[in-house]
């Protein structure tokens, strides 16, 4: 960690306006500010160090002799030379201004070269190990044959008519973990449990994790028997056994492989895995009233009464902080002159090209970290599609394929028109599934090429990009305009033919999601060949880009479209 401290209210006071100057937008001028804050913290101290054989090395100063602060060249005390002092905030300040790709994802400036991050999660139950001998209430399970489980879970809502909710299901599954048995019922579990009228082994099925899609169980544990007399441990009331392994006690659960006919099987559950239910992902109301009744499902009754409330204790929500350390790597490029060539350049056009030569390396790094943020937006927006909602095809239903509007699927009356408001449509969608599952809001921007990007140009609400700034250069992935609140962007190395869009959200850094950790946007070291007597220049820059927080991927979604009829170009 970096020892290193400022204070950003009085940072961003300095510093914002030289960047407005700069035409650097609104949005980033706090992280900005923060950032060239440190950075001339770290030049300052890079530039006055002692270097062997210089001296004290100094900032260049106006003075008769470069970099002397006394015209005596006799004195023990005179200054190094100075020719390695160098002011590289105002490089920095245009890589960290002209990289476009900075709009989409939150930045986290970093005063070293590594940082931690600290993220809170909070669940249900206080259990540091629920496989040992801890009892959560509430848990997830995993396991290696997971899949097949998943199946025959379906596979039993379905017999029994109960659908999936947005808060669990819409009956009630009741599990023997012991034989694999299903029951509608808790008094039916019971009644046909050994012993008979006990809990033991019985599990309630809660619904699938609205993020991973784990199944959810509920564990049955004894109400507080203090008041007659003192608290006895009884076996039949509870689902786990006092001592040992809780997911020693987890054997069998319904299997259906893939490819087997629809018929219920069970099978032993291999390598089973339990964890504690994320209470920010899947919110489960019973658990504020504890369970208290056997006939309304999951939610429970709510609020109890008096003897209810006597009766059962509290259900617990703790905590759990994870920590995610961040180290920044490297990127460079170097730049080549010749004096016969800066020479006849200027004289012929005019154009400092030592100048212009910088202006290029500055594009090259800030065309490289944008393409990087664009590829690490993608790959997680294919990773939440992976877990879409599939249509009756099998592809995601956020996908669009235009063969919709013609031949035997065709609704009829459809028009150029017609498919590109579809194709809203998808988008607006996709966009509320970020919303419902990140937690955090809906999608505010989206990706694609120059030719959907056209297309959606196209439609009535569309609005032209407003923004005029100043630092924009060649290559650079570039804004077109907004449509329902999304701001639509072109990535000009996309190819036209690659029909995909990725939409997402630039939150905030301490919330899940993709961010840039800035160290130094621009290290410049000049010399002068020995080869050629010209200038040489080095320029790269230290950052990293990092997923942080719980289940990043909710916060983007890809969306393919298929086009072979030509509808949308």
Known sequence: MSNIRIDKDK??????????????????????????????????????????????????????????????????????????????????????????????????????????LLYIDFRYDDNLNPEGDERPQVFKLDATNLTAIKAGIRFDMATAMITETQGGISGRLFYNISDGSVYTTLAAAKGANTPAGSLVNIVEFLGFSRVDDMPMFRAFRQANTASAGAYVYDQTLNTFPATGSMVGAIDTLPSTPAGTPLARTTAAVTSPKVDVISAMEDHIPGFVSNFNSDTTGFAGNYPMDRLMDDSRYAG????????????????????????????????????????????????????????????????????????APLNAGGQPIFDLDTAYAVGAMGLGGETTHAVQRKLITKIMHASNYIATEGRVGPAQYLITNGGLAAALSDISGYTLNPVNSKMNASGQLYPVGQIGGISIYVDPYQRYNDNRIVLGRKNNPDQPGLIFVPYLMAQSITVTSEATFAPRMLLRSRYAITEVGFFPQKQFMTIKVTDENQFLN
């Open 316 to 387: 617990v929500v703790a905590p759990k902080l994870s920590s995610k350390s961040v180290a920044v790597g490297t990127i460079e490029i170097t730049s080549a002159l010749r004096r016969t060539e800066i020479e006849d350049i200027k004289a012929n056009t005019g154009l400092d090209i030592v100048q212009k030569m910088e202006s290029v390396l500055v594009n090259e790094l800030s065309q490289t970290i944008s393409k990087q943020i664009v590829q690490r937006i993608f790959a997680l927006g294919d990773l939440n599609r992976s877990t």
């Open 11 to 116: 940072a961003v006071k300095k510093w914002t306006p030289i960047l407005e100057n700069m035409g650097v937008s609104s949005d980033r001028v706090e992280w900005m500010s923060e950032y060239a804050e440190f950075h001339s913290i770290n030049e300052n101290a890079y530039v006055n160090a002692t270097t062997n054989g210089m001296g004290t090395v100094t900032a260049a100063q106006p003075s008769l002799f470069a970099g002397n602060t006394t015209t005596n060249y006799n004195t023990a005390l005179m200054g190094g030379s100075g020719d390695v002092g160098q002011n590289l905030l105002p490089v920095a300040m245009k890589i960290a201004g002209q990289t476009i790709g900075l709009d989409l994802v939150a930045v986290k400036p970093t005063p070293g070269p590594k940082i931690d």
